[in-house]
């Protein structure tokens, strides 16, 4: 199947999902360091994202150079390192024990993709790492939907949303991060804007 779209329509669309990213990023972030937001990022999960999407990046890029579709990863990893930072360096986040057990999952899931080189099995498993490393931000939004509610997930949304534009037509490893990040989003836009649960 050919690309949908020409090279300079995927180049406007990963421009497009690039600068969304970056608002989304600034959004959350903004949120994130004002002491009046109920905001309180589990910074393990943002370092652990800038790791997994990193990791996926750098594999597909080495395997089959650098797309347009990439951009989204590639702004992301950006700034999910400079919000982990950042939320720390301003003591506005929340940790706790098993955040670290979600941690040593991700990183076994590192050790099983180190081992293979083969691109499709490596985003999978990239994946599935963040998934594991994502569980406390997803345990936030279910228990306290105000602790992770943020425009920031609407603007994921559409920046992920212009990405799988992109790769219609592109090999589906190209696609499978940004379908993962849309529904992510999706997910935590949904949870956010509900009643909250008992704790667990």
């Given at each position: 199947?050919?690309?949908?779209?020409?090279?300079?329509?995927?180049?406007?669309?990963?421009?497009?999902?690039?600068?969304?990213?970056?608002?989304?990023?600034?959004?959350?972030?903004?949120?994130?360091?004002?002491?009046?937001?109920?905001?309180?990022?589990?910074?393990?999960?943002?370092?652990?994202?800038?790791?997994?999407?990193?990791?996926?990046?750098?594999?597909?890029?080495?395997?089959?150079?650098?797309?347009?579709?990439?951009?989204?990863?590639?702004?992301?990893?950006?700034?999910?390192?400079?919000?982990?930072?950042?939320?720390?360096?301003?003591?506005?986040?929340?940790?706790?024990?098993?955040?670290?057990?979600?941690?040593?999952?991700?990183?076994?899931?590192?050790?099983?993709?180190?081992?293979?080189?083969?691109?499709?099995?490596?985003?999978?498993?990239?994946?599935?790492?963040?998934?594991?490393?994502?569980i406390p931000t997803v345990h936030n939004a279910y228990v306290k939907p105000l602790s992770e509610k943020t425009s920031a997930w609407m603007y994921g949304i559409i920046s992920w949303s212009c990405t799988l534009i992109i790769c219609i037509g592109h090999p589906i490893v190209y696609g499978l991060f940004a379908i993962y990040l849309f529904l992510f989003?999706?997910?935590?836009?949904?949870?956010?804007?509900?009643?909250?649960?008992?704790?667990?």
């Open positions: 199947m050919a690309p949908l779209f020409t090279k300079t329509i995927e180049q406007v669309f990963g421009v497009i999902a690039g600068i969304v990213l970056i608002i989304a990023g600034t959004t959350y972030l903004v949120s994130a360091l004002k002491k009046s937001n109920p905001i309180k990022p589990r910074p393990i999960s943002w370092f652990g994202w800038s790791i997994m999407m990193g990791i996926s990046l750098l594999s597909q890029v080495i395997n089959k150079g650098f797309e347009l579709s990439q951009m989204g990863l590639l702004v992301s990893t950006i700034c999910c390192v400079l919000i982990g930072i950042l939320t720390i360096l301003s003591k506005n986040y929340t940790i706790k024990p098993w955040d670290w057990l979600c941690l040593i999952l991700g990183a076994i899931c590192v050790a099983i993709y180190l081992s293979t080189k083969d691109a499709l099995l490596t985003t999978s498993i990239a994946i599935l790492a963040d998934f594991l490393i994502a989003n999706t997910s935590m836009f949904v949870l956010t804007h509900r009643k909250p649960k008992a704790k667990f």
